[in-house]
């Protein structure tokens, strides 16, 4: 037996094909198939890329605003601390002076007593009525003042929790990368 050549197993391919139409019917879309099968798997392959990109940009914008947020937060807090900073001042002066105006009155009561202090006694009424006054205006902007950090010292705490709230969520969101 001669072994067969090369056209003639073309030659034999294409009878059994034309030979064979229900046998031609299956191989022609099997190989159809399979390329848009191909097809579709590079499109779906594309597309996952994609999101995951537009995932990784919306995750970079998520951090990127609470950072403006942070910041924004850290501008504030920063006036709310200087008029603390004045306010504490305040309440060290108003001390103070209650301090010096207590000291004063029993200065003048002890001289007055003892008969150091020469004064009559309407002269004595009004200064010391004058003083009383001063250290009751002195204690009034004391508790206003103490009052007044207390609500900024309130304030910058929940300032500075809200910025370290922020804080701790980039940090845990920076852990899962």
Known sequence: ???????????????????????????????????????????????????????????GRRFELVMRRIDLRQRRLEPLEARLRLARANRDDYAEELSRLRSQLENIADQFTSGTLEIDTD???????YMESELELTSARLRSTNDEIAALENEVVGYRNEIQSWEDWIDRELSGL
């Open 123 to 129: 002269e004595l009424s009004r200064t010391t009525d």
């Open 1 to 59: 037996m001669r072994a067969p050549t090369a056209s003639s197993l073309v030659t034999l391919s294409l009878v059994f094909a034309i030979a064979s139409p229900q046998l031609s019917a299956q191989i022609a879309p099997s190989v159809e198939a399979s390329a848009f099968e191909m097809h579709v798997a590079e499109i779906s392959s594309s597309l996952a890329r994609i999101a995951e990109l537009l995932e990784s940009q919306a995750e």
